[in-house]
């Protein structure tokens, strides 16, 4: 198969009908270009906070309604698209409210040729989330059963902690879905460390799939640094730097990778270091210390 993730700057948009022509665009590119798998990054929908008016998207509470209150659209547009080319679509995560009253969760939905797979809720929440934004950790973790094979997504942060990777990969997951937003290179570099990590030590194929460049309107996502990249494992039948395709830094656009599943299933058996098989042992040692 082949994977995109996507360098997504954010716009301020005039109307949805804007949104819509700019998603259907970058959905043809990637699908034009082979692409059967694409990721859209962490909070890319907070771009339809600008549907709201610039007083909404510039206030934290009330962009977060906004983009909200646009979901079922969104969810219509995703999955037109993805019928038409036949493609399946993690779109930009962004904030629902699963209770009347409470607060948001950060969620991404799996869309594909047939309808909606699934979807996953960020679990980890950065100080910004926690402390100024309030936006909560949501539903546990989910495996996604695809054509294309077992997919888990850890929205950015969560692509920082190796047990929630680590169920998934429990769970069969072969390849973990990484939409990022962060403000700096500081913020980009640990998440990328962080999947790539995730890659090594569960061999398997991580992506992320950054928001990049200013949103000046909106300040939950006004700055934005990142690059998009396809990984594996840094061993057989995968580069030596694990990386199979990556963006420059901060250029909007698609990174697009050819993975093989059976390249995966070959190094956890048979590569020079069996991580994904070695796991448990850590437990064992940790034990005789």
Same mark, same amino acid.
């Given at each position: 198969?082949?994977?995109?993730?996507?360098?997504?700057?954010?716009?301020?948009? +005039?109307?949805?009908?804007?949104?819509?022509?700019?998603?259907?665009?970058?959905?043809?590119?990637?699908?034009?270009?082979?692409?059967? /798998?694409? $990721?859209?990054?962490?909070?890319?929908?907070?771009?339809?906070?600008?549907?709201?008016?610039?007083?909404?998207?510039?206030? /934290?509470?009330? !962009?977060?309604?906004?983009?909200?209150?646009?979901?079922?659209?969104?969810?219509?547009?995703?999955?037109?698209?993805?019928?038409?080319?036949?493609?399946?679509?993690?779109?930009?995560?962004?904030?629902?409210?699963?209770?009347?009253?409470?607060?948001?969760?950060?969620?991404?939905? /799996?869309?594909? +040729?047939?309808?909606?797979?699934?979807?996953?809720?960020?679990?980890?929440?950065?100080?910004?989330?926690?402390?100024?934004?309030?936006?909560?950790?949501?539903?546990?973790?989910?495996?996604?059963?695809?054509?294309?094979?077992?997919?888990? $997504?850890?929205?950015?942060?969560?692509?920082?902690? +190796?047990? /929630?990777?680590?169920?998934?990969?429990?769970?069969?997951?072969?390849?973990?879905?990484? +939409?990022?937003?962060?403000?700096?290179?500081?913020?980009?570099?640990?998440?990328?460390?962080?999947?790539?990590?995730?890659?090594?030590?569960?061999?398997?194929?991580?992506?992320?799939?950054?928001?990049?460049?200013?949103?000046?309107?909106?300040?939950?996502?006004?700055?934005?640094?990142?690059?998009?990249?396809?990984?594996?494992?840094?061993?057989?039948?995968?580069?030596?730097?694990?990386?199979?395709?990556?963006?420059?830094?901060?250029?909007?656009?698609?990174?697009?990778?050819? $993975?093989?599943?059976?390249?995966?299933?070959?190094?956890?058996?048979?590569?020079?270091?069996?991580?994904?098989?070695?796991?448990?042992?850590?437990? !064992?040692?940790?034990?005789?210390?």
């Amino acid at each position: 198969m082949k994977i995109a993730a996507a360098a997504y700057p954010l716009d301020f948009l +005039p109307d949805f009908a804007a949104f819509e022509a700019k998603l259907s665009a970058w959905v043809a590119d990637a699908a034009g270009q082979g692409a059967d /798998l694409l $990721v859209f990054p962490e909070y890319g929908a907070m771009e339809l906070a600008s549907l709201g008016g610039a007083e909404v998207a510039g206030d /934290l509470e009330r !962009a977060l309604a906004e983009v909200a209150g646009w979901r079922g659209a969104v969810d219509a547009v995703h999955l037109r698209l993805a019928a038409a080319h036949g493609v399946h679509i993690l779109g930009a995560s962004g904030p629902v409210f699963p209770q009347a009253g409470g607060r948001p969760v950060n969620r991404a939905t /799996l869309y594909g +040729p047939d309808g909606i797979v699934g979807h996953q809720d960020k679990q980890m929440m950065t100080r910004f989330e926690r402390e100024i934004w309030f936006v909560e950790a949501g539903e546990g973790l989910r495996v996604l059963d695809t054509p294309l094979g077992r997919i888990g $997504v850890l929205i950015c942060y969560d692509s920082e902690f +190796p047990l /929630l990777a680590r169920r998934m990969a429990e769970a069969g997951a072969e390849i973990l879905l990484v +939409p990022s937003c962060t403000d700096s290179v500081a913020g980009f570099t640990r998440v990328r460390v962080g999947a790539m990590a995730r890659a090594l030590e569960n061999q398997c194929i991580t992506v992320q799939a950054p928001t990049v460049g200013m949103a000046d309107w909106c300040p939950a996502v006004d700055e934005n640094v990142g690059r998009a990249a396809v990984y594996g494992p840094p061993d057989r039948g995968f580069p030596e730097t694990g990386i199979l395709a990556e963006t420059g830094l901060n250029v909007p656009g698609w990174a697009l990778a050819e $993975v093989d599943l059976a390249a995966v299933r070959e190094v956890r058996r048979a590569g020079a270091v069996l991580n994904h098989l070695h796991w448990d042992e850590q437990a !064992a040692r940790l034990a005789r210390g």
